[in-house]
């Protein structure tokens, strides 16, 4: 099997049509997280006093994939469809002859 390679602008391309369709997630997973109702054990819950319930859970989840994931993915990906040549460049310098 062999691989083409691709070049730079379309990955840039692409990648910079797949930001907002994860914002998008990003909100989506945020609001449910929000709406979901809050368990009346959840302070014990989360101290480790009593077991999770499945909604304390589940919002748990999602808070994680958005914080974690999600809204860190956005940035990079943001990132790579805004870079230049210039951009990668920057902070580089040529290394000291010794």
């Known amino acids: 099997m062999t691989m083409q390679n691709l070049d730079v602008s ?5 990648t910079g049509r797949f930001v907002p369709i994860v914002e998008a997630m990003t ?3 945020e609001d449910m997280s929000k709406l979901l109702p809050v ?3 959840e302070d014990f819950e989360l101290e480790g006093l009593q077991p999770y319930r499945l ?3 589940v919002r748990g989840s999602l808070e994680c994939a958005v914080n974690d994931c999600l809204k860190p993915a956005i940035r990079i990906m943001t990132e790579v ?3 230049t040549e210039e951009g ?3 902070g580089w310098r ?3 002859k010794t």
């Open 10 to 14: 379309f990955v840039q391309m692409v």
């Open 27 to 29: 909100q989506l997973m």
């Open 39 to 41: 368990s009346p054990q």
């Open 55 to 57: 909604v304390t859970d």
């Open 81 to 83: 469809r805004d870079q």
């Open 88 to 90: 990668a460049a920057r």
């Open 94 to 96: 040529k290394p000291d």
